[in-house]
Nanobody, 115 residues
């Protein structure tokens, strides 16, 4: 079955960097677009970035110029490089894929930006 496992979260100071990973299995990874979402404390889950199967990408305005989404189809893994982190980036970050019309989500990885 489809499985998505996020990793790489943690505590980082403002201005710092983290790289999140999403390891995928159970489907043909290279054929599907993938996305990162996040849910901050007391907030709704929102789209952060997406990358198509062809490698095209798009970002939420709040992270443009600071975050970079990428994928390694040989490793069935998607990444989110996060630079210049701000306290408002604190959230649980989820990766997701829509496979055969169903949205699959990982369990998330917590990113805390605090001094």
């Amino acid at each position: 079955q489809v499985q998505l496992v996020e990793s790489g979260g943690g505590l980082v100071q403002p201005g710092g960097s983290l790289r999140l990973s999403c390891a995928a299995s159970g489907f043909t990874f290279s054929a599907y677009g993938m996305s990162w979402y996040r849910q901050g404390p007391g907030k709704e889950r929102v789209l952060v970035a997406l990358i198509s199967s062809a490698g095209r990408f798009n970002y939420a305005d709040s992270v443009k110029g600071r975050f970079t989404i990428s994928r390694d189809n040989s490793e069935n893994t998607m990444y989110l490089q996060m630079n210049s982190l701000k306290p408002e980036d604190t959230a649980v970050y989820y990766c997701t894929v829509r496979w055969h019309g169903v949205d699959y989500w990982g369990k998330g990885t917590l990113v805390t930006v605090s001094s």
